[in-house]
């Protein structure tokens, strides 16, 4: 089973994926990255097919490097999601579609954080916070509830815990594994509220941290 999240805040966004690569019912590992960094303030956050997911995450990614090199600057999250999207699109009217949901976060200067919500159809929408998987069904009604516009870093942190906690409960095969990431200037307490020992043991999760400065 696999899992992504985002919420988006007035200066940041934080996503969250699992980090379980499994085939059938057997998990074949329990160190597998889903994100992909695009350039220093986009990330890509990919599930789907195992070989779908990494080929098509690779592609835009080297691409989106290319544009930088290219002309000098990079893209914003907006041209970013629209050119993912619209590669999407065309490779679905190929023989070779590839079936990838996707979640796209980044901040920009000028527009501000953003997160853009993709499924296997191309269908592309901005939100203030989304998620992928089974364990959608089980959270999207959370981060409806709790969401509020102007929410703040701690209150963040503390609603995708609530959401991983109740992904974890009902799920027999729950992933176990999430890999979380805040895009703004870095936050080291995030590492601290999620790497303590009663949070692992409550919910039964390792989770890696990354930042992002």
Same mark, same amino acid.
């Not at 699109?89 to 527009?111: C, F, I």
């Not at 409960?169 to 307490?189: A, E, K, N, R, T």
């Given at each position: ?62 691409? %989106?490097? =290319?544009? *930088?090199?290219?002309?000098?600057? !990079?893209?914003? @999250? ?78 963040? %942190?503390? =609603?995708? *815990?609530?959401?991983?906690?109740? !992904?974890?409960? @009902? ?43």
């Amino acid at each position: 089973m696999e899992y992504l999240i985002g919420i988006q805040g007035p200066d940041y966004v934080l996503v969250a994926a699992d980090t379980v690569a499994a085939s059938s019912i057997v998990q074949m590992k329990h160190d597998h990255d889903k994100m992909f960094k695009m350039s220093e303030k986009i990330l890509l956050l990919c599930v789907g097919e195992a070989g779908d997911t990494v080929q098509f995450a690779e592609y835009i990614q080297k691409n %989106v490097q =290319l544009y *930088k090199m290219r002309n000098g600057y !990079e893209l914003s @999250p907006t041209a970013a999601a629209n050119f993912t999207r619209r590669n999407l699109a065309d490779y679905l009217r190929s023989r070779t579609p590839y079936h990838v949901n996707l979640l796209l976060a980044g901040y920009d200067d000028h527009e501000g954080p953003a997160l853009y919500y993709m499924d296997y159809l191309a269908a592309l929408a901005k939100a203030p916070f989304a998620a992928h998987g089974y364990g959608a069904f089980l959270t999207l009604s959370i981060l409806d509830r709790y969401y509020k516009p102007g929410i703040t870093r701690e209150e963040a %942190v503390e =609603l995708l *815990k609530k959401c991983l906690e109740e !992904e974890s409960v @009902p799920i027999c095969d729950h992933p176990g594994c999430f890999s979380p990431w805040l895009y703004q200037l870095g936050w080291p307490d995030l590492r601290v509220a999620f790497e303590t020992e009663e949070y692992c043991a409550s919910t039964g999760m390792r989770c890696t941290i990354h930042f992002l400065a």
